[in-house]
Nanobody, 120 residues
Framework: QVQLVESGGGLVQPGGSLRLSCAAS????????MAWYRQAPGKQRELVAA???????NYADSLRGRFTISRDNAKNTVYLQMNSLKPGDTAVYYC??????????????WGQGTQVTVSS
């Protein structure tokens, strides 16, 4: 089993920045790719960004350039730096991990989610 715990969410003004963190614990050897997904009210959960152990990345086309995903393998932690935030970025952000290196489909493990609200 793998446990994922997100942190760093909160309320920010449009144009602001936020950095999310996700710490993994448990059967770390079963983790390959890690990712961030988000879900806004009334919408499907969507991929934000994914990253492999070696640093390969995949971003949602609309977010590439504003959001940056990174990871520290020694700390079993993945990060999401969010810049130039817009009200449309308001959603619950979920950490994801799995045993495959794929970057386009979610892995088996999910965090509880952290709320990000962008409003003035």
């Amino acid at each position: 089993q793998v446990q994922l715990v997100e942190s760093g969410g909160g309320l920010v003004q449009p144009g602001g920045s936020l950095r999310l963190s996700c710490a993994a614990s448990g059967s770390i050897s079963s983790i390959s790719a890690m990712a961030w997904y988000r879900q806004a009210p009334g919408k499907q959960r969507e991929l934000v960004a994914a990253i492999s152990i070696g640093g390969r990345t995949n971003y949602a086309d609309s977010l590439r350039g504003r959001f940056t995903i990174s990871r520290d393998n020694a700390k079993n932690t993945v990060y999401l730096q969010m810049n130039s935030l817009k009200p449309g970025d308001t959603a619950v952000y979920y950490c994801n991990a799995g045993p495959r290196p794929r970057l386009t489909l979610p892995g088996d493990y999910w965090g509880q989610g952290t709320q990000v609200t962008v409003s003035s």
